[in-house]
Every structure is written in structure tokens, then in C-alpha cells.
């Protein structure tokens, strides 16, 4: 297996700002919630694997609150 690319000055993988949303995609199941620090909020949302699942998770961008659309087939 070959090594990464040497990032000499900084690293990409590595998050200067807390963000207001992290996704997680192909989770085994959906969940969310808010964890809450000193500095600053940031709603963590676990996005199922749709093509077994047949969820979508819709995000309101002014509340940051979630919802879940499940499709069948």
C-alpha cells in the first residue's frame, strides 16, 4: 500500500473552526443530535447508507433540526 501524499505545511484532515453541521454519511442507521462546548454548538448527523436503507435526512439550514424520508420499493 502506498503512503499519502506528505502534506509538509499543514494537514487538510484537520479542522481549524468548529463547524455548525458535521455529516457522517453511510452509517448503519440514522441519528442526530447537538453536542454542546464552550465553543459553540454543532449538530452531528449520522446519514444512513441509502441504497440499503432508503433514507434521506433533510436539514433545515435556519434551526439545524433533521428529518428522515424513507422510500419503499
Not at 449520522?46 to 436539514?59: D, G, H, Y
Amino acid at each position: 500500500m502506498k503512503d499519502c501524499h506528505p502534506f509538509k505545511d499543514s494537514d487538510p484532515f484537520i479542522l481549524n473552526e468548529r463547524p455548525n453541521v458535521f455529516f457522517i454519511g453511510n452509517q448503519p442507521s440514522y441519528q442526530s443530535k447537538i453536542v454542546e462546548s464552550e465553543y459553540g454548538n454543532t449538530r452531528l448527523v449520522l446519514i444512513p447508507e441509502f441504497s440499503k436503507s432508503k433514507t434521506l435526512v433533510l436539514l433545515n439550514s435556519r434551526t439545524f433540526e433533521t428529518r428522515t424520508i424513507s422510500f419503499q420499493t
